[in-house]
């Protein structure tokens, strides 16, 4: 049960030439998209914060830092925001560097529209997958952490394949009492057998 | 028609070979046409090399004409038709060789073709003199004695003969060597190369005593300066006025004909001498006339990627707006179309602007000299440094004395040539030291009129050495260089009026000069 997000996907453009800001806004916005704009490298790692989500399409040509650079200050402080790279040099080296740097696409000036907008789509495709694993995620740790010790290092035991009597005989306890922990905890995380408890447990560790 | 033309060259070709034949009939062996010079073969190779074999007949008419007409058939009708058939087909097969191995147009371009032309013309007229002579003896018009020096006097003379008046009909049918004799014509150093060729002749043959072999490498002097200064169209001129001269001295002084084959073994010295040189010059004029066209079109080349960039920005942007007026067609909002129509106007004119610049480089040279702040340059390196340096940890810093004047200069050639410095100082710099390395761009007052734009990195630099010779195209420091980049910078440079110099030392350092806008 994942809840709805409140944050909309935006997409952040990122070019040192006013009037290919001002015509992606506007071509963006019209089609449907949320836009924030600017005008160097600097200045959108200045604003950028870690709940942004969305996608970036940065110059690979800025002044100062390039986007392929920025997409690596980005990385490096956590941020997961996938980048697209537009260039009006379609140089290979440039390219290259943008796919290693895991760029979701590198784009030819000029583009149409529906380039772009194919290569926006995927990147948000990504990016709400990425958001509805981690709500996931933290959905999880929630449920576990309602788990009692005792409870917890009865799920630990059983996510490396132990049966009830062996559990039992680790931690010195009955396996009647085993099983009642099982079912609670069964019931804490909302499993319905054992194979998935198995499953829950192993994604805990990770 | 074709009948009729092969007729109307006819009747042009006879009368000149028989005219040649004539006048070149001069210290005879016997009766028989074996003189010390033979100009004549000359005509005869050259109409079948430019016209084809099929004048052969014409040519075997024309000997047998001659033989008749100047020399009263010494031999008998049926020898003469004999040795005129042996000098028709000889001709023709030299003309016949020529034709294959000057492939794919017979002319006197190349030292490889004057290479051919020589050897073909040598083997070809040994062989054609030992026919000769050889009919003649098997005939018994000549003795045995008289054979071996029989055939060295035709061979030299047929040899001298077409190795002078060949090249001369060559050129007179090659319309790129007639566009330089014409030049040739108008200008006075021709005339003064000529009365020096004429006194050189007098000299020898009336002013000093003795045998004028004796003092025949006189010629060589003016022979090579024609040769080196006017290449082989002069050559040839001045090898025909020599040629001349040597028999008109030779028949005034009525000297004996061994002298004479002495002699024009000299003359075929100096005509080698001559064509090559002359040839040798013409091809280094062609090297460094495509080598300045290639330039040329590698500098375009580069400014058409630049330019093609600049283009890319407000194209994307029309497109962009275009777009967008669609959407706000489809969504009925047609009102708003006005303001995007205004913005994408500006556009297709900023575009506009590019292309003119693109339209005015192919025009041949045309540079856009403007007034252009210093600042405004920096500002290109600052830009171009963060276009090149993606990745690299090089530091680059920009700056600019107090009250340097703007320049007056063409900025998109100007910049190109910033990017090109500024370029090999980044790839320098990270190249040579791993870690941390500087590229410094500062501007100057250079002297009053100019200013001075200096790169400096801390890389290895070009040493003494390497001071000009970067500067020369096809040499590069890199390993995928093309060694064009300075070459077309600095030809740019002085398109501009400015200088770009690389200095010797021990860390990489050039010197921009540009000329200022010294008022207004």
Known sequence: ?206 | MKVLRYLRDAAVFAPCYLLLDWVSYIHPLGPFNITPWNPQPALAIAWMLLGGLAHAPAVWATIVLADGVIRHFPAGHGVTALTALVLAAGYAGIAWTLRTLLRPHPSLRTLRQLTTFVAVVAAGTALVAVGFVGVLYAAGALQAGAAPPGWLRFWVGDAVGVLVTAPLLLVAADSEQRTRLRALARRGETYFQIGLVAATLWLLFAGLSGDPSHHFYLLFLPLIWIAIRSGLAGAIIAIAMVQIGVVLGVHDRSLQALPIIELQALVAALTLTALYLGVMVEERERAAESLKQSLRLAAAGEMAGAIAHEVNQPLTALGNYGRSGQMLIEAGRSAELAGIIARMLAEAQRASEVVRRLRDLFRQGTTHLERVPVGELLAAVRRIGAQVQAGATVSLTVAADEGVPDVLVDRLQIELVLRNLVTNAVEAVAAHVPGRGEVAVTAKRHDAGHVRIEVRDTGPGIGAAGGERVFEPFVSGKPMGMGLGLAVSRAIAEANGGTLEARAAAHGEFHLVLPAQTHG
């Open chain 1, 1 to 206: 049960m994942v809840e709805p997000r409140t944050e909309p996907l935006v997409v952040y453009v990122v070019d040192d030439d006013a009037s290919i800001r001002d015509s992606l806004a506007l071509m963006l916005g019209l089609g449907g998209y949320a836009t924030r704009l600017f005008a160097d490298a600097e200045s959108f790692l200045a604003a950028f914060g870690p709940g942004w989500s969305g996608c970036v399409v940065a110059d690979l040509r800025l002044p100062g830092m390039s986007g392929v650079e920025l997409q690596g200050r980005v990385r490096s402080r956590g941020g997961a925001i996938p980048f697209v790279i537009i260039t009006a040099h379609g140089d290979v080296p440039a390219a290259r560097a943008a796919f290693r740097a895991q760029a979701v696409d590198f784009i030819e000036k000029p583009f149409d529209e529906a380039q772009l907008r194919s290569a926006i789509d995927t990147a948000f495709a990504l990016e709400r997958r990425r958001i509805d694993t981690a709500e996931l995620r933290r959905a999880e740790l929630k449920k576990l952490s309602r788990l009692t010790a005792r409870e917890r290092e009865v799920l630990d035991l059983a996510a490396k394949g132990l049966h009830a009597k062996e559990i039992a005989a680790r931690l010195g306890i009955s396996p009647r009492t085993v099983e009642v922990h099982r079912t609670r905890i069964m019931e804490k995380l909302g499993v319905r057998n054992i194979a998935e408890l198995v499953r829950f447990a192993v994604a805990a560790e990770r």
